[in-house]
């Protein structure tokens, strides 16, 4: 089974802080990705990579910025988190068929 | 760009009532895929389908994809309170860019 992990499930932080929210697969998936979801909004795409160190902005990459160092890690930075990035956090991983396999989930506040 | 419409996006029904959740996209398209997502969860795979006329049954969902008409439906038979969740359909718009998806349908299931 895919497996797809975001280190932080519940965060707290506030205003101005760097935020650092994780994910690892474990199948050696080329394409990974981060989205936000908000009520009413669905789902929007901030960023995605398709190889090591390569990554591509989404929908949404203001305020944001990601790493890629090795294939299985794919990190999201808010270098100053504001209200408005409060919001779940979605990770995904891509196989073959072009399906996404989710991570739990990071729901970030910032106060 | 791709827009991918979901409707209903609210839906309130009884147990054992049928209903169908239809998902319309706007671009040429043979890759859609539907999702689950319960309060407070990530999303987790329902249905994978690569071709027009693909039909793929679990339960009592069944989903299936016209390509030429650009539209999946999802179809609930004879419905259950544990079918209460939210359901998002999306599409591959074929770039690297992953899936767009639609607005979610959140399906409520009364006894």
């Known amino acids: 089974d895919v497996k797809v992990t975001q280190s932080s499930r519940y965060l707290v932080k506030r205003t101005g802080e760097k935020v650092f929210l994780e994910c690892v697969q474990d199948?050696?998936?080329?394409?990974m990705f981060w989205y936000r979801q908000d009520p009413g909004l669905g789902l929007r795409l901030i960023y995605f990579?398709?190889?090591?160190?390569?990554?591509e902005k989404g929908d949404i990459p203001e305020g944001y910025s990601v790493s890629r160092e090795k294939k299985e890690r794919f990190s999201l930075i808010l270098e100053s988190a504001s209200t408005n990035q409060t919001s779940m956090y979605l990770c995904?991983?891509?196989?073959?068929?072009?399906?996404?396999?989710f991570g739990e989930g990071s729901r970030l506040t910032v106060l | 760009e791709l827009k991918v419409e979901q409707n209903p996006l609210f839906l309130s029904m009884q147990e054992g009532k049928n209903y169908t959740i239809y998902c319309n996209y706007s671009?040429?398209?043979?890759?859609l895929y539907w999702y689950r997502q319960d309060p407070g969860k990530s999303l987790e795979s329902l249905f994978v389908?690569?071709?027009?006329?693909a039909v793929k049954q679990e339960g009592r969902l069944m989903a299936s994809l016209d390509t030429k008409a650009r539209l999946s439906t999802l179809h609930i038979t004879a419905a259950v309170h544990d079918l209460s969740a939210t359901y998002f359909c999306a599409v591959d718009g074929g770039g690297a860019d992953g899936l767009t998806f639609g607005k979610g349908t959140h399906l409520i299931i009364q006894p």
């Open positions: 671009t040429t398209s043979d890759r």
């Open positions: 995904a991983s891509r196989i073959d068929t072009g399906e996404l396999f």
């Open positions: 389908l690569l071709s027009n006329g």
């Open positions: 990579s398709y190889d090591v160190k390569m990554k």
């Open positions: 199948m050696d998936h080329e394409n």
